[in-house]
């Protein structure tokens, strides 16, 4: 926990994914219905957040049909940024004091990155979103929310996952027979080759002894339940 005071603090990651619906942009009903339970759960626990950009471009996908893969990332990092933006918005519209932190400099619409500012966020109950994502080409979010968590000392990483309930031995869109995993070590994952999260995620939070929960945003009240400490969906650790 923060060394300041008892309070739990934790690192949600929200896929792009999730803001779009599955469509190209921002469902403006889906994510009102993420930022109330996260508002909810603001009252008691110290939130910060890192969310995907998958939902206006992906990097790789990009890179894959030609473009330069550093471009097609900082494109990707850009997304993040509009989806940090449309949060923060129905955030505050719930209710909650919130502030972006971005990676790539944008002082019109966010702050710098600056860890020592937003862990003083964190203990005034403001929710922190972090865009951008590393501000580096080359890393997923799901890396950037395991440096930011280890970087704020958040007591776990909570990585929220549209369409599947946690982390399962093969993947449970393509294989019925797919068993889900209550609780398994970060080596043991990357040993498997289990695809839920990032290899080099489950490294960094291997390697600094950080906990991560893997859990489905469906049903409504499975986001604050995670944030409050429920045992949902995978734990890693």
């Given at each position: 926990m923060?060394?300041?005071?008892?309070?739990?603090?934790?690192?949600?990651?929200?896929?792009?994914?999730?803001?779009?619906?599955?469509?190209?942009?921002?469902?403006?009903?889906?994510?009102?219905?993420?930022?109330?339970?996260?508002?909810?759960?603001?009252?008691?626990?110290?939130?910060?957040?890192v969310?995907?950009?998958?939902?206006?471009?992906r990097?790789?996908?990009?890179?894959?049909?030609?473009?330069?893969?550093?471009?097609?990332?900082?494109?990707?990092m850009?997304g993040?940024?509009?989806?940090?933006?449309?949060?923060?918005?129905?955030?505050?519209?719930?209710?909650?004091?919130?502030?972006?932190?971005?990676?790539?400099?944008?002082?019109?619409?966010?702050e710098?990155?600056?860890?020592?500012?937003?862990?003083?966020?964190?203990?005034?109950?403001?929710?922190?979103?972090?865009?951008?994502?590393?501000?580096l080409?080359?890393?997923?979010?799901?890396?950037?929310?395991?440096?930011?968590?280890?970087?704020?000392?958040?007591?776990?990483?909570?990585?929220?996952?549209?369409?599947?309930?946690?982390?399962?031995?093969?993947?449970?869109?393509?294989?019925?027979?797919?068993?889900?995993?209550?609780?398994?070590?970060?080596?043991?994952?990357?040993?498997?080759?289990?695809?839920?999260?990032?290899?080099t995620?489950?490294?960094?939070?291997?390697?600094?002894?950080?906990?991560?929960?893997?859990?489905?945003?469906?049903?409504?009240?499975?986001?604050?339940?995670?944030?409050?400490?429920?045992?949902?969906?995978?734990?890693?650790?």
């Amino acid at each position: 926990m923060s060394a300041a005071n008892s309070r739990r603090r934790v690192l949600l990651k929200l896929s792009g994914e999730a803001f779009g619906g599955g469509q190209l942009g921002v469902n403006p009903d889906i994510v009102s219905s993420i930022a109330r339970e996260i508002a909810q759960a603001a009252e008691d626990v110290e939130i910060a957040i890192v969310v995907g950009g998958g939902n206006f471009f992906r990097g790789a996908e990009l890179s894959q049909r030609g473009m330069d893969r550093g471009r097609a990332d900082y494109m990707g990092m850009l997304g993040t940024v509009m989806n940090s933006l449309a949060l923060q918005d129905f955030l505050e519209q719930a209710g909650a004091e919130t502030r972006v932190q971005s990676a790539i400099s944008m002082t019109q619409v966010a702050e710098p990155y600056i860890p020592r500012r937003a862990e003083r966020h964190l203990e005034k109950g403001r929710v922190v979103i972090f865009g951008a994502g590393a501000g580096l080409p080359y890393f997923s979010t799901d890396t950037v929310a395991a440096q930011r968590a280890l970087e704020i000392s958040a007591d776990v990483v909570l990585v929220a996952k549209n369409g599947v309930d946690g982390m399962y031995d093969d993947d449970p869109r393509t294989n019925p027979a797919a068993r889900k995993i209550d609780q398994i070590s970060h080596q043991e994952a990357l040993q498997q080759n289990l695809k839920a999260v990032d290899s080099t995620a489950l490294s960094l939070c291997m390697d600094n002894g950080m906990p991560m929960r893997i859990f489905g945003i469906e049903p409504a009240g499975n986001v604050t339940a995670a944030i409050l400490g429920a045992e949902i969906g995978t734990l890693l650790g």
